[in-house]
C-alpha cells in the first residue's frame, strides 16, 4: 500500500502545475477508510457527494484518515476551507487534536424548498497543493429519503462506442435479483440486462425491483 501511496504522490508531483493544487478525494476513496461519519448522512452518492437530511447533521472528520489519504506522514496540522456560499449554514463546531483527532462541523437545518452545496477542503498548513474535497448535498425541507436497497454493476464502467454492458442487480442479501429487475440507461428503462452503446459520453445508470431502489453507477463510454 506504500508503494502505492507512493506512486500517487509522484503523480501528484507531475502535475505540481494544476491550478488550485491535486485533490486526491475521488482517486483514493476507493482504496481507503471513509474519514467522514456521524449523524445525518443519507449516503453518498456516485459523484462522491455526502447527501445531507434537511434536518442538519453533526459531522466528524477523522484527521488522521485524511493524513492517510494525503500520505503525508509529517504534517501536524490542517487548515480548512467552507465555500463562500455555505459558510452561513455550515460551521465548524470543534478540533480536537488536530494532528490526530476530529474534525466536528454542523450542518444546519435546511429551511428552503432547494438543494443547497456546500465544499470542504481540508490541506496541510504546510502547503496547498494537496488536498482531500468533501462535498455535500443537503436535501430541502419535505425531502423523503428513500433507502436504496439494490445495489447495481457494471462488467465495464469503461467501454467504447459499440460495446456491450452488462449489469447485474442484488439485493441487500447478496441475492442475485437481475431477472427481476428493471435498469435504466440515462433514464430509459432496457428490455434486458445487457446494453449496446451507440454515443460516447458519460451514462447514468440505476436500477428498480418493484418500489426499491439502486444506487446510480457511471458508465463512461469513449469513442472507437
Known amino acids: ?44 452518492d456516485e459523484d462522491g457527494n455526502y447527501i445531507i437530511s434537511p434536518e442538519g447533521a453533526n459531522l466528524n472528520i477523522n484527521l488522521k484518515d485524511v493524513k492517510q ?22 460551521e465548524i463546531s470543534d478540533i480536537d487534536d488536530i494532528a490526530n483527532g476530529t474534525l466536528k462541523i454542523k450542518v444546519k437545518p435546511n429551511s428552503t424548498d432547494e438543494n443547497r452545496y456546500a465544499s470542504i477542503k481540508l490541506s496541510p498548513v504546510e502547503d496547498d497543493f494537496l488536498n482531500y474535497t468533501i462535498d455535500l448535498v443537503q436535501m430541502p425541507v419535505g425531502y423523503v429519503h428513500v433507502e436504496k ?3 447495481l454493476k457494471a462488467e465495464s464502467t469503461s467501454v467504447k462506442v459499440g460495446d456491450v ?34 454515443e460516447a459520453g458519460s451514462f447514468n445508470c440505476y436500477a428498480t425491483v418493484g418500489e426499491e431502489l439502486s444506487k446510480s453507477i457511471k458508465v463512461k463510454v469513449s469513442k472507437k
Not at 509529517?74 to 476551507?81: C, D, P, R
Not at 447478496?174 to 435504466?184: K, L, M, N, P, R
Not at 432496457?190 to 446494453?195: A, G, H, K, R
Open 1 to 44: 500500500m506504500k508503494k502505492f501511496f507512493a506512486l500517487l504522490f509522484s503523480v501528484a508531483m507531475f502535475a505540481v502545475g494544476c491550478e488550485g493544487g491535486f485533490d486526491l478525494s475521488d482517486l483514493l476513496r476507493p482504496y481507503l477508510p471513509d474519514p467522514v461519519s456521524g449523524e445525518g448522512i443519507f449516503e453518498v
Open 69 to 90: 489519504y494525503l500520505d503525508l506522514d509529517l504534517v501536524h496540522e490542517f487548515k480548512f476551507e467552507i465555500s463562500e456560499d455555505a459558510q452561513s449554514w455550515i
Open 149 to 151: 436497497t439494490l445495489t
Open 165 to 198: 454492458v452488462t449489469f447485474t442487480v442484488t439485493n441487500g442479501a447478496g441475492e442475485d435479483v437481475t431477472s427481476g429487475a428493471t435498469i435504466y440507461w440515462n433514464e430509459t428503462a432496457l428490455e434486458s440486462n445487457t446494453y449496446t452503446t451507440t
